[in-house]
C-alpha cells in the first residue's frame, strides 16, 4: 500500500513539474507564444539531412514545427563561383555589344545573356533578419508556371536553372513552361530536348497568341501542385526565395504572396535592389501601377516580415491553387476553353540516373517524333487551309488595325514603356480588388527576392485582339463601383467602350460574398489618395507659358523624358498647329509643371539638375525635389531645391536655369489661366 501511494505521488509531482516546465506542452507554452525553442529531446524527429540547414527542427508553442530551409550546400556553391556576371556584377560590356542589335529580339542585352553563366550566382541582398528565419516544416508544394512567347534561350534557361539550383526540390511539384504560340526556332524542339534533363518540367503549348493572361490561365489549369506561383520567363530566383512565399499561404490559404522584384539591367545584367526597394503597391485613377511609401502605421517591428500590400508588385506570385480557382481565376470569361483545343505536350521524364535519363529520353523521341510526323502531315494539310483563310482575314483586318495605329500611335509615341506598365497593371489589379474585397489579402514577403529583367522595350507586338481599354473597363465596371467614374473622368474614352458580357464576373462577386469597393478603400487602400486622389485637386495655373522678353512660348515638342525645353512662336499667335507643337502646361497640386492640360497632363515633369543646367522633361515621381516648382508674384518660376530660376534666351530659343534676377524679363513668365487661391496657398506653405 505505502509504496503504491509513494508510486503515485512521485507520478503527480513528475507530470506537474513537467505541466509546469515542458515547454511543448507545459504552462510555458501560455506564456512564451511563439517563442523559439529548440527541442532538447534528442528523440525528436529530426529533418531528412537533404543538406538543408543544420538539420535542425524548431517549434513555436503554436504546436508547429519550423525549420531553416537554406539550403547551404548550394549557397557554397554559389559563394565560390567566379567569372563575368557572377554574383550579379554587371557584364562588362564594350562599345560594340552596346549596339542595338543585340536588343532587337528580346528588349534586353541576349549578347550578354549568352555571354554569362546559366547558373550564374547571384548576391544576398535580403534583410539580415532573412538569414535567421525558420518556416514551416511542412510548406505545401507548388506548381511553378512560367509563361513566355518569343523568349531568348538562355534568357528562359537561366530562369529554369536559377530555379533548379535556389528551391528545393520537395516543394516543386512540377515547372509548367506554358508557350504562348512562340515562333522562334530555338523554343521548339531545341527546348524540349533541353528540358529532359529536368523531370520536373513540363512544356505546353498554346494553338494561337494569346496573351499572358490566358497563357498564365492555361497553365494554372493543367497544375497540379497545391500552390501556383508564377513567374515570368527572364526571371533569376534568388536564395532560399520560395519558402518564405510557401510559408505564408500555409499559415492563411486565402492569400497571395508577392516576392521582392529586384532589377536585373537590361544592359549589363547587374542584379540590384528597385529604387526605394520595400514599398505599397498602389494605382493611379487612369489605372496605372505605382508604389508608394509603406506609411509608419503598418511598418513592422521588424521590416523582413510580409507586409500588405493593396496592389501586387508584379505579375509574379503564389497563390493556394484551389483558393485561385474559387475566385475563378482572372476572369471567368476567360475560363471556357477546354485543354483540347490547345496542343499539349507533356514532359515527363520518369527520374533515373543522369546518363539513362538522358538515352531513354532519346529513344522515346525517336518513336514519338515518327508518330508526330504522320500527325503532322495530315495536320499540316487542314492548318493550310485555315491558315489561307485566316490569311484573308488577316488582310481585312490588317487595313482596319492600321487605321487604329494611326490614331493609337500618338499615344505609343509618348513612351514605349507605358504600354508595358499598363499591361501589367491590368493584370495585377484583377486580382488584386479581387483578393482584398473577397475576403483575402495581399501580401508582399521581402525575405523573398526574384530578380526580373525589366525589358528596354517590347520586342513584339501585343496581340492586337486583347484590348487593353477595354480589359481595364471590365475590371473597372466589375469591381469599383462608383469609383470608375473616377476613371473615366481622366479617360472619357473609355465611357463608351463596350466591356462585353461581364455578368458571369458580377454574379462571382455576389456569390463570394464580396465586400464593395468604398471598403476597399477605406480598408486596405486607404493611404493611397494621399499620393493619388481620385479628385484631381485644383490646379494653380495652366494654359500657355509666354516669356515676357521674347514674347515666346514654352514648348515640349510631344516629347518623352530627356527632351529639353525650347521657346517658340505660341501657338495661339499663328504657329502652324501641327502635331510638333506642345504648349499647353498644368502647374499641379503636386507643385510640379506637366505638359497637357489640368485633367489630361502627360507623365512628366519640368526637371532641373542644377542651377544652370536646361530644363528638361523627366518622368514625374511626384516626390517635388528636383520637379518642384514655384510660380511666384514677381512671374519668375522659381525652383527652391537649386535656389534659381527658369530663364531663357530669345535668340536661339534655348531654356535652362539662372541665379534669380527679378528685374531681368527673361526670367518673367506669364502662365494663361491662374487659380489665385491655389496659387497663394502654395506660396504661404512656401514661405512659412
Ligand atoms: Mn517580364
Known amino acids: 500500500m505505502k509504496r503504491k501511494q509513494k508510486r503515485f505521488l512521485q507520478m503527480t509531482l513528475l507530470f506537474t513539474a513537467a505541466l509546469i516546465f515542458l515547454p511543448d506542452i507545459g504552462l510555458w507554452s501560455l506564456y512564451k507564444e511563439k517563442h523559439l525553442v529548440k527541442p532538447a529531446d534528442p528523440a525528436e524527429p529530426q529533418t531528412i539531412p537533404l543538406g538543408l540547414g543544420d538539420g535542425q527542427l524548431f517549434i513555436w508553442t503554436d504546436g508547429l514545427k519550423r525549420k ?38 528580346n528588349g534586353f542585352n541576349i549578347f550578354v545573356s549568352n555571354n554569362i553563366a546559366l547558373e550564374r550566382s547571384l548576391p544576398d541582398i535580403r534583410h539580415p533578419n532573412c538569414k535567421h528565419k525558420v518556416y514551416l516544416e511542412k510548406l505545401p508544394n507548388t506548381s511553378i508556371i512560367i509563361p513566355f512567347h518569343n523568349e531568348g534561350w538562355t534568357s528562359l534557361l537561366r530562369t529554369i536553372h ?20 512562340s515562333d522562334r526556332e530555338h523554343l521548339k524542339e531545341k527546348l524540349e530536348e533541353y528540358m529532359v534533363r529536368f523531370a520536373k518540367v513540363r512544356i505546353v503549348r498554346t494553338k494561337k497568341r494569346e496573351g499572358l493572361i490566358r497563357t498564365r490561365l492555361l497553365g494554372a489549369s493543367l497544375a497540379r501542385g497545391e500552390v501556383l506561383t508564377f513567374l515570368d520567363s527572364h526571371c533569376e530566383v534568388n536564395v532560399n526565395w520560395l519558402p518564405p512565399l510557401l510559408n505564408q499561404i500555409a499559415l492563411n490559404h486565402k492569400t497571395i504572396v508577392c516576392p521582392m522584384i529586384d532589377v536585373i539591367d537590361h544592359n549589363h545584367f547587374g542584379y540590384e535592389a528597385q529604387a526605394g526597394d520595400a514599398m505599397r503597391g498602389a494605382f493611379d485613377w487612369e489605372m496605372y501601377y505605382k508604389r508608394i511609401p509603406i506609411p509608419p502605421e503598418l511598418q513592422r517591428a521588424d521590416p523582413s516580415d510580409p507586409f500588405e500590400s493593396p496592389v501586387m508588385a508584379g505579375g509574379l506570385f503564389a497563390v493556394n491553387r484551389k483558393w485561385f480557382w474559387e475566385l475563378g481565376g482572372y476572369d471567368p470569361g476567360l475560363e471556357i476553353w477546354g485543354g483540347e483545343q490547345y496542343e499539349i505536350s507533356f514532359k515527363i521524364v520518369p527520374k533515373l540516373d543522369h546518363s539513362l535519363t538522358r538515352a531513354v529520353g532519346k529513344k522515346e523521341k525517336r518513336k514519338k517524333r515518327r508518330k508526330e510526323k504522320k500527325r503532322k502531315k495530315k495536320k499540316e494539310k487542314r492548318k493550310e487551309k485555315r491558315r489561307e483563310e485566316k490569311r484573308r482575314e488577316e488582310k481585312r483586318r490588317e487595313e482596319k488595325r492600321r487605321e487604329e495605329k494611326r490614331k493609337e500611335k500618338k499615344r505609343e509615341k509618348e513612351n514605349n514603356s507605358i504600354l508595358k506598365t499598363k499591361s501589367h497593371s491590368f493584370t495585377c489589379l484583377l486580382t488584386t480588388f479581387q483578393v482584398w474585397m473577397c475576403g483575402g489579402g495581399m501580401f508582399d514577403v521581402p525575405c523573398s527576392r526574384v530578380g526580373h529583367i525589366y525589358r528596354k522595350y517590347v520586342p513584339y507586338k501585343v496581340p492586337s485582339g486583347t484590348s487593353l481599354a477595354r480589359n481595364l473597363k471590365r475590371v473597372a465596371e466589375t469591381w469599383m463601383d462608383e469609383f470608375a467614374e473616377y476613371i473615366y473622368q481622366r479617360r472619357p474614352e473609355y465611357r463608351h467602350l463596350s466591356t462585353g458580357d461581364i455578368s458571369a464576373q458580377k454574379e462571382l462577386r455576389k456569390h463570394l460574398k464580396c465586400k464593395d469597393f468604398k471598403w476597399f478603400m477605406a480598408a486596405v487602400a486607404w493611404d493611397v489618395p494621399k499620393y493619388y486622389p481620385p479628385v484631381e485637386p485644383p490646379p494653380a ?24 525645353l525650347r521657346l517658340d512662336i505660341c501657338v495661339k499667335d499663328g504657329s502652324e498647329r501641327t502635331w510638333s507643337h506642345e504648349q499647353l502646361f498644368t502647374f499641379g497640386w503636386r507643385e510640379d509643371i506637366r505638359p497637357g492640360e489640368p485633367l489630361h497632363t502627360r507623365k512628366f515633369c519640368f526637371d532641373a539638375i542644377s542651377h544652370s543646367s536646361p530644363v528638361t522633361l523627366y518622368d514625374c515621381h511626384g516626390m517635388k525635389g528636383n520637379q518642384h516648382w514655384s510660380y511666384r508674384k514677381d512671374k519668375t518660376l522659381f525652383h527652391p531645391v537649386s535656389s534659381s530660376c ?43
Open 646 to 688: 527658369i530663364d531663357c534666351n530669345p535668340a536661339e530659343k534655348k531654356i535652362f536655369m539662372n541665379r534669380c534676377d527679378p528685374l531681368s524679363e527673361t526670367q518673367q513668365w506669364i502662365f494663361e489661366h491662374i487659380n489665385k487661391t491655389v496659387l497663394e496657398k502654395f506660396n504661404s506653405k512656401a514661405s512659412s
Open 162 to 181: 536559377s530555379i533548379i539550383n535556389r528551391t528545393p526540390d520537395s516543394l516543386i511539384a512540377e515547372i509548367i513552361l506554358v508557350d504562348d504560340f
Open 541 to 564: 495655373a495652366w494654359g500657355e507659358i509666354r516669356n515676357v522678353a521674347a514674347n515666346l512660348c514654352v514648348d515640349s515638342k510631344h516629347g518623352a523624358t530627356g527632351t529639353e
Open 68 to 105: 531553416d530551409w537554406h539550403d547551404y550546400e548550394s549557397i557554397q556553391k554559389d559563394a565560390m563561383r567566379s567569372g563575368k556576371g557572377e554574383h550579379g556584377k554587371p557584364y562588362p560590356l564594350t562599345e560594340e555589344d552596346h549596339d542595338d542589335s543585340a536588343y532587337r529580339e
